[in-house]
Each structure stands twice: as structure tokens, then as C-alpha cells.
């Protein structure tokens, strides 16, 4: 661990000279004609971004404002050019040159133009000058510096909320704490009822003074046989033998999520985020149920769009829908709206 903290430090030194070479201006920052709307966190790894985002894009669009979403493409193929994921109508490409994230939001945000690409400036760009939007949604933001943001919303997770405490390879921070200080705003995710999240928020406030701090936790949406193409009661699990999979940053607290709705999980695998199953993956899956007498398996939207429902037959591949509910959900609203308002004259 000693050995390690000097490469802790050096990470660290660089994350600071390229953040105060931005907020001096050595470094430019791009803007765009509309306002961008940032979603990000300060750990590696999930604190529930695409939910927000999903969330964020239908309260926009309720609203009556034309929304694109900018993501990376991570694990993508797409090698770096814009490339227009949905147009709002159609899906145009596919999880494995777009990557998973966004085939997620485009599926859940019918009538959003989602594009990906590594520079999510020149995306927008490239959206403004083909398409009138009025507002743009930027997935994974918070250290994407060289796009302005107009609004700056940071994820927390509580149940890890700044990953051990230290950069890489100490921890999980991508940068140091005091960036809170460039948050217009904090949810906290994957929070519970009755829980008090007070010491969080005070520690969260004192790196950016009366920062408003929102609550968030996930709740179920629904479920879908994928290869059946069925709706599917969850609650029709209850005392049935099923296994569980997943390949996304947190996968443990997905099968939590189950066994507290219910389900009875004989097997649990886990497996690297935005993983991509191979044919020995799948054939994995199927030996144990096989050994284990099951005939469910469950999984989740992500994991969905990175294997072919029907290499796993005979098996019920069951999909999970979940998303983020508010504690709050009139201040949400408010903060976006608000902020909307002066903007988009």
C-alpha cells in the first residue's frame, strides 16, 4: 500500500494541473449555442448516471423542450467521430459501435436525438448544426471540461460515496473532493427510505456552501422476457429458482435489489462492466442452471443489449426495468425548470 501512494500522489498532481489549467483559461473551454445540462460523479465506475439522465431527458420533455443526450460511447467501437445513435424515431446502430449506455437511453427516451462521441463538444456541435434542440443532455460530464455546462449536477452514491477516499490506485476518486465545488447542485443515489443521510450532506456542503442536495433510490419499473418479447411480473419469481447476472459497476446491489423484491436467487455471476458475452459466457449460464435445475435467469437493461436473447435458450431470459425516484421531485423539477427559463429565450 506504501508503494502505492506516491503513484496516488502523481495521479493526483496531474488531475489538479489539468483542472486549474481550465479554470485559468490556459486551457479552452468550448460552448455551445444551447444550454448543456451535466450529469457526472467524482468515483469510477456506477452512481446511477443513465438513470438520471433518463429521468432528466423525460421531465425535459414533458416540459415541452426538445432534448439531445452526449455520451462517450464507452466500450463503444465508434472510433470517435459524432455518430448518431437515435434520431428520435429510429435506432441506427447498435450496442457494440455505440456501446451499451446509450442504446439504454435511446430505448428509453423515444424522441431524443442521442449521439455519441469521444468529444462530446464537437458532438453537440455537430447536433446544433443538423438539428434544432433545445437543450443538451451531457452523460458521464462532470470532468469532460472542455464543454461548458450551464448546469453542473453531481451523483453520489451513498453506499460508496467517494470510492475509499483517494485517487488511483489508492481508491476510486477521479479527482480530488474540493471539485464538489463545481456542482450546482448533488443527488444522492441509491438512498433508502427512513434512512438519514445528514452527516453526507454536511460533508458534501462544506466543500460548496448551501449546494442544494437532492435524494434519490431506485425503484423497479418493470420486466420483460426478451426472448418471448412478454411483459413479465416480477412477483411472479417469488419461490422460484432463478439465476441472476450481471455485468455493470455495482452488480451486487442489483441481485440485492431482487432477493428484496422477492426473487429467490440460487446463483449469482458477476462479470466486468459494459461487459460484451461470448458464446462461453452464455454456455457458462446455462450449465448452471442446467446443474441447478433452474429455468429463469435474470439480468438487466444494460446487460441486455450486449448478448443475443436467443443464445440462451431454452432459458427465460427475464429483464429488469429500474429507475430513480425522488424524494423530492417538484425541486428537481424546479431546479431544471428555472434554470431552462433564463436560458432558452
Same mark, same amino acid.
Given at each position: ?58 421531465? %425535459? ?30 435506432? %441506427? ?128 419499473? $418493470? ?7 412478454? $411483459? ?49 459466457? %452464455? ?63
Amino acid at each position: 500500500m506504501r508503494l502505492l501512494f506516491p503513484v496516488a500522489k502523481l495521479y493526483e498532481t496531474g488531475v489538479r494541473l489539468r483542472n486549474a489549467l481550465y479554470s485559468s483559461g490556459l486551457l479552452r473551454i468550448e460552448q455551445l449555442r444551447q444550454p448543456v445540462i451535466s450529469v457526472g460523479n467524482l468515483t469510477m465506475g456506477g452512481t446511477g448516471k443513465t438513470p438520471t439522465v433518463i429521468a432528466l431527458g423525460q421531465l %425535459l420533455q414533458a416540459s415541452g423542450y426538445s432534448v439531445s443526450v452526449l455520451l462517450k460511447g464507452y466500450k463503444g467501437q465508434n472510433p470517435g467521430n459524432p455518430l448518431l445513435v437515435s434520431d428520435g424515431k429510429t435506432l %441506427l446502430t447498435s450496442s457494440r459501435i455505440a456501446g451499451d449506455e446509450a442504446l439504454v437511453i435511446a430505448r428509453n427516451l423515444p424522441g431524443v436525438l442521442v449521439v455519441v462521441g469521444k468529444d462530446r463538444a464537437q458532438a453537440g456541435a455537430w447536433v446544433e448544426s443538423r438539428f434544432s434542440v433545445d437543450a443538451h443532455l451531457l452523460d458521464d460530464g462532470f470532468q469532460h471540461l472542455k464543454l461548458y455546462r450551464d448546469l453542473n449536477l453531481l451523483l453520489v452514491d451513498v453506499t460508496n460515496p467517494f470510492g475509499g477516499g483517494s485517487l488511483p490506485p489508492l481508491g476510486r476518486l477521479r479527482e480530488p473532493l474540493e471539485g464538489i465545488g463545481r456542482a450546482d447542485a448533488v443527488i444522492l443515489t441509491r438512498t433508502e427510505p427512513d434512512r438519514n443521510y445528514q452527516d453526507l450532506i454536511r460533508l458534501v456542503q462544506h466543500y460548496k456552501p448551501g449546494v442544494p442536495c437532492l435524494l434519490a433510490r431506485q425503484r423497479f419499473v $418493470s420486466s420483460v422476457t426478451i426472448n418471448q418479447k412478454e $411483459s413479465f411480473s416480477i412477483a411472479s419469481l417469488k419461490g422460484t429458482s432463478a439465476l441472476a447476472f450481471a455485468g455493470i459497476a455495482n452488480p451486487f446491489q442489483f441481485f440485492d435489489c431482487l432477493q428484496n423484491w422477492g426473487v429467490r436467487l440460487s446463483y449469482k455471476m458477476s462479470f466486468p462492466d459494459h461487459h460484451r458475452y461470448t458464446t462461453r459466457d %452464455l454456455n457458462r449460464i446455462k450449465e448452471k442452471c442446467l446443474e441447478r435445475g433452474m429455468e429463469t435467469v435474470v439480468t438487466t437493461e444494460k446487460d441486455a443489449e450486449n448478448f443475443e436473447a436467443n443464445r440462451l435458450d431454452p432459458l427465460q431470459v427475464v429483464v429488469v426495468k429500474m429507475a430513480f425516484e425522488f424524494d423530492d421531485p417538484e425541486k428537481l423539477r424546479r431546479l431544471l425548470l428555472d434554470k431552462m427559463r433564463v436560458l432558452v429565450q
